[in-house]
């Protein structure tokens, strides 16, 4: 079993930033790799970006290319999501996956509860 714990969501004004960090506990963090997903209110869970175990490799949604930023401190079983340049259209849940980086929520094991990400123009 693994626990995931959201958190550093919040109201920012368009173009401002947020890092959203994910805690992890209960097996190896190190060893899995993870993603971020959101879900804005009507529509389907989306892929944010992911990134492998080691943290060497990252992959991105377009939507996202070039502002967002995945990252991992294994040391600290933390994965987090820097989000500069935010858009009101980025207004959503944010959710932490562990176990996959597929764009497909589906081939993640684990997910936390979400962090409210709120984008006012």
């Known amino acids: 079993q693994v626990q995931l714990v959201e958190s550093g969501g919040g109201l920012v004004q368009a173009g401002g930033s947020l890092r959203l960090s994910c805690a992890a506990s209960?097996?190896?963090?190190?060893?899995?790799?993870m993603g971020w997903f959101r879900q804005a209110p009507g529509k389907e869970r989306e892929f944010v970006a992911a990134l492998t175990w080691s943290g060497v490799s990252t992959y991105y949604a377009d939507s996202v290319k070039g502002r967002f930023t995945i990252s991992r401190d294994n040391a600290k079983n933390t994965v987090y999501l820097q989000m500069n340049s935010l858009k009101p259209e980025d207004t959503a849940v944010y959710y932490c996956?562990?176990?996959?980086?597929?764009?497909?929520?589906?081939?993640?094991?684990?997910w936390g509860q979400g962090t409210q990400v709120t984008v006012s123009s």
């Open positions: 209960g097996r190896p963090f190190s060893r899995y790799p």
């Open positions: 996956a562990s176990g996959s980086t597929n764009v497909s929520p589906r081939e993640y094991n684990y």
